[in-house]
């Protein structure tokens, strides 16, 4: 158990809609790390929150938002969800903006019809 | 999109043996980690590289920094079937110090034959 922690674990929805996958880091760590696996793309960085602010930003559709909240639990925003988007989402946590040694929860495994 | 290239894809092998792996990059890397992935999980970390050159084992795992700092490889001696799963590299860039995105390979999925 790496001590991170997203919900729900599993997600169907249709095309179209509009879902939000939570995580809560790590005890400690400010920094929050969102990223999606998928079969033929592999682990891709989305977005990066430090402390409440945007960090560092990947291949993030403009479809999909971020926020990290004062309590540091992050939510991941994916709207006018497409076939494609089915994917695994992981969340990673780390104690700073810079730590490379990311925990990574257990993920969500969105489908979308 | 990917800038690593994590080889062998996929190795299936018996229990007992030795196992090697690596990614290369034609980039600049600052820090080298290696992952393992169990299906449904999330990445687990093994092993995380800092310096070229470096070494580090952990149990029966061993892991290089290369001195390019263009690469790194994995290696597993001894493989039991636990050993089975995803393993990925992964990596941050040179000069992205400053945040704490990490690229990943593509993974090898190992499989060990009792």
């Known amino acids: 158990d790496s001590g991170v922690t997203q919900t729900p674990k599993h997600l169907i929805t249709a095309t179209g809609q509009r879902v939000t996958l939570r995580c809560s880091p790590r005890?400690?760590?400010?920094?929050v790390y969102w990223y999606q696996q998928s079969l033929d793309q592999g682990l891709q960085f989305l977005i990066q929150?430090?402390?409440?602010?945007?960090?560092a930003k990947g291949n993030i559709l403009e479809r999909f938002s971020a926020q990290q909240f004062p309590d540091l639990h992050s939510e991941l925003n994916l709207s006018s969800l497409e076939l494609g988007d089915s994917a695994l989402y992981f969340c990673?946590?780390?104690?700073?903006?810079?730590?490379?040694?990311?925990?990574f929860g257990p993920g969500t495994r969105l489908t979308v019809l | 999109g990917q800038q690593l290239n994590q080889s062998p894809q996929s190795m299936f092998i018996q229990e007992g043996e030795d196992v090697s792996m690596n990614c290369t990059s034609s980039?600049?890397?600052?820090?080298w980690l290696w992952y393992k992935q169990d299906p449904g999980e999330g990445p687990v970390l093994l092993i995380a590289?800092?310096?070229?050159?470096e070494l580090t084992s952990n149990g029966r795992l061993t892991a290089q920094f290369g001195i390019t700092r263009k690469d790194s490889f994995l290696n597993i001696s001894a493989s039991i079937p636990s050993d089975v799963g995803i393993y990925f590299c992964?990596?941050?860039?040179?000069?992205?110090?400053?945040?704490?995105?990490?690229?990943f390979g593509q993974g090898t999925t190992l499989q060990v034959k009792p």
């Open positions: 990673a946590s780390t104690r700073t903006s810079t730590y490379n040694e990311q925990f």
């Open positions: 005890s400690g760590d400010l920094s």
């Open positions: 590289l800092y310096k070229a050159g």
């Open positions: 929150y430090y402390n409440g602010e945007e960090r």
């Open positions: 992964a990596g941050q860039l040179y000069g992205s110090s400053n945040t704490g995105k990490l690229i």
């Open positions: 980039s600049i890397f600052n820090t």
